[in-house]
């Protein structure tokens, strides 16, 4: 897996949300969000969150969120398949207001990753596969990139959102990605 001049994974499936904009500065990639999502909560294997994404959601237990305005660069699902919804140069709009090392404004230049999955069901190893190859593409891409830029939702909008939640587990993310050095430290 590597990123291509379009700025895409390779060998990953693509599907384009209209949900995004331009970075403020394109050549700042330097934060990882990973986040977790089911829709409807809890319920894994639809196509709502794609249709989330896409502008295009009409389940009717949904419709609260069909105005919604949002997208992720990639999501991985249970099954470890990758989408990519958007071009890591632009603006994904998946951490709302936040706040990194006393910057604001995360979606400025993070890459976000959401994993389909819950705060407390356990994720899958095959999400866990795919987000180590995927994270070791980017930051062999990205140059402002860095091991110790990679954190969770809830560390940028800390009291307003919990995922990717307990049940992720930094440490299986870890092992199948030897270059972080700090696997101990990383929050439960
Ligand atoms: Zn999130």
Redesign the pocket.
């Known amino acids: 897996m590597r990123i291509n001049q379009d700025h895409r994974l390779t060998r990953v499936r693509r599907r384009d949300s209209p949900n995004f904009d331009a970075r403020p500065d394109v050549d700042d990639i330097s934060l990882i969000v990973v ?3 089911s829709l409807p909560p809890g319920e894994f294997g639809g196509d709502e969150i794609e249709a989330l994404f896409c502008n295009e959601l009409d389940h009717p237990q949904l419709l609260a969120l069909a105005d919604y305005r949002v997208s992720a660069h990639l999501l991985i699902d249970r099954r470890g398949r990758c989408t990519q919804f958007v071009a890591f140069d632009q603006r994904a709009w ?2 709302g207001e936040s706040a990194w090392r006393g910057r604001t404004g995360c979606n400025d230049f993070s890459i976000g990753i ?1 994993l389909e999955g819950t705060d407390t069901r356990p994720y899958t190893q095959a999400q866990y596969r795919k987000l180590g190859s995927v994270i070791r593409a980017v930051l062999a891409h990205y140059p402002r990139l860095a091991a110790d830029a990679i954190v969770g ?1 809830l560390e940028v909008a800390a009291g307003r ?1 919990t ?1 990717p939640g307990p049940a992720f587990n930094w440490s299986a993310v870890l092992r199948g990605a030897a270059w972080l050095p700090d696997a101990a430290e990383r929050p439960a």
């Open positions: 986040h977790g999502i998946h951490a959401e939702h959102k995922d």
